[in-house]
């Protein structure tokens, strides 16, 4: 990941730009496209980071039509790119990741300046509760089958710890 000084100036806004290139793409050549979009895109705004290429396995199968074929994909390389623009540009950006064959898919989103420090803070905060409801497994040996009980109502200490957590989160992210 790549970052830059960010400056917000009157007029424009932070965006997100979330791509997938194609897996047909060797991992030299999308990093190659993955750095001519990045020069495209800071023609028509200041990149302030970015995610090289990483290939991942995708939810569910995508389909792309490729020199009169259709293309069906399992995987892509995926990377995004933050940048600064005045919203006139974005179109012209959104232009030119549909008009390249090997993007698979991509989604730009307006963001905020904290949403990635915002994202860390919970992030981390889940970890922390998963950490603490963890409970050791026993060895199969010792497991006795049980008869079916009544299941407890939560005590009251563990709803106000999960209005605490809830709390928590919610100042985060206002």
């Given at each position: 990941?790549?970052?830059?000084?960010?400056?917000?100036?009157?007029?424009?806004?932070?965006?997100?730009?979330?791509?997938?290139?194609?897996?047909?793409?060797?991992?030299?050549?999308?990093?190659?496209?993955?750095?001519?979009?990045?020069?495209?895109?800071?023609?028509?705004a200041?990149?302030?980071?970015?995610?090289?290429?990483?290939?991942?396995?995708?939810?569910?199968?995508?389909?792309?039509?490729?020199?009169?074929?259709?293309?069906?994909?399992?995987?892509?390389?995926?990377?995004?790119?933050?940048f600064?623009?005045?919203?006139?540009?974005?179109?012209?950006?959104?232009?030119?990741?549909?008009?390249?064959?090997?993007?698979?898919?991509?989604?730009?989103?307006?963001?905020?300046?904290?949403?990635?420090?915002?994202?860390?803070?919970?992030?981390?905060?889940?970890?922390?509760?998963?950490?603490?409801?963890?409970?050791?497994?026993?060895?199969?040996?010792?497991?006795?089958?049980?008869?079916?009980?009544e299941?407890?109502?939560?005590?009251?200490?563990?709803?106000k710890?999960?209005?605490?957590?809830?709390?928590?989160?919610?100042?985060?992210?206002?």
């Amino acid at each position: 990941m790549t970052n830059t000084k960010m400056s917000l100036e009157e007029g424009k806004e932070l965006y997100e730009i979330g791509f997938h290139l194609i897996s047909s793409l060797a991992a030299e050549q999308a990093q190659e496209e993955f750095s001519t979009l990045q020069v495209g895109l800071g023609k028509l705004a200041e990149v302030v980071s970015a995610k090289e290429p990483e290939l991942i396995d995708l939810a569910y199968t995508m389909v792309k039509t490729l020199n009169r074929k259709h293309e069906r994909f399992d995987t892509a390389h995926f990377a995004y790119i933050t940048f600064i623009t005045s919203p006139e540009h974005v179109q012209a950006i959104r232009e030119m990741f549909d008009n390249n064959l090997n993007v698979l898919r991509h989604l730009i989103v307006k963001t905020t300046p904290d949403a990635e420090e915002s994202l860390i803070k919970v992030n981390e905060i889940f970890a922390k509760d998963e950490v603490e409801e963890t409970v050791e497994e026993s060895p199969e040996e010792e497991v006795k089958e049980e008869s079916t009980e009544e299941v407890e109502e939560p005590k009251t200490e563990d709803k106000k710890g999960d209005d605490e957590l809830d709390q928590k989160i919610d100042e985060l992210v206002s």
